[in-house]
Each structure stands twice: as C-alpha cells, then as structure tokens.
C-alpha cells in the first residue's frame, strides 16, 4: 500500500494543489479515466470545507490530505482540526438554529456524497475526516 500524503496551509489557494495531486496519484492508481473528474471535484469540495472550517475557527494547523493506493481501490482522507458539534437533527438543512457556516457545510457534504459512492465522515470535537473511496483497475487493464 502506497501513501502521499500532503499538508498544506488553511488558505484557498491550495486547494487547486491538493486537486492536482489527487488527480494524479489517481491515475497513476487505476482509477477510471471516466471518474477522474469527480476524484478532483470530491477532493477540491472536501479541502474547500477543510478550509473553511479552520478560518472560522481561527485554527492556523495545516488541513491533512492522504492518497491512498490499496490492491483493488484509492482511497482520499482529508482531515481538519475544526471542533464538530454533533446536529441534533442530522440531514436537515435550514432550521432556524443553524448558522450559515453550518448549512454551507451540510451542503458540501452533499456534494461530495453526489460524486463520490464510497464516503465515510467521522467528526468529534477534536476534528473531522472524510474518508473517499474509488475502485482501480487491474493493472493488466491499465494504458
């Protein structure tokens, strides 16, 4: 199992390196020429909310990116640092108690579950994770 792992600044312009190279790595996994965009758009959603979520916290600690090549799949985790409260009605956006903070988040969780079949996200008060995973290729299949 081959991991790159990135960790790059809370500021917006490096989402499009984080992009970038979970495009490539992707590629160089297996991952189906057909979903390399939704591994971009997946990956540049998730860091974009990693992003957000420490500036609104004021948290300086770098968003963690890892790109995980395993036998039958790629997997994508990006970490933050941002302290999560736990919804008291998940899945419902819009409610009165809700802050725009919290309804943009809910609404880039659902990007990433529309692109991405295999998605994980874990959050306590210590940070969250998502978790993304795509099939590869046999290497047989391979150009």
């Not at 495009?23 to 160089?28: D, H, K, L, P």
């Not at 420490?54 to 994508?76: C, D, M, N, W, Y």
């Not at 970490?79 to 809910?106: F, K, N, Q, R």
């Amino acid at each position: 199992m081959a991991t790159v792992e990135l960790r790059f600044s809370p500021q917006p312009e490096h989402v499009r390196t984080a992009r970038l190279a979970a495009a490539a790595v992707a590629r160089r996994s297996g991952v189906d020429e057909a979903v390399l965009d939704e591994v971009r758009l997946a990956v540049g959603e998730a860091c974009s909310r990693a992003v957000g979520l420490h500036q609104a916290a004021g948290i300086t600690a770098p968003v963690r990116v890892a790109l995980i090549e395993e036998e039958k799949q790629f997997s994508i985790e990006v970490g933050d640092e941002a302290p999560h409260a736990t919804a008291s009605a998940p899945g419902v956006l819009g409610t009165p108690e809700d802050s725009d903070a919290e309804i943009e988040d809910e609404m880039g969780l659902a990007v990433i579950s529309g692109l991405v079949d295999d998605v994980e996200v874990t959050a306590d008060a210590d940070g969250g994770l998502i978790r993304m995973r795509w099939p590869t290729l046999p290497a047989t299949l391979l150009p």
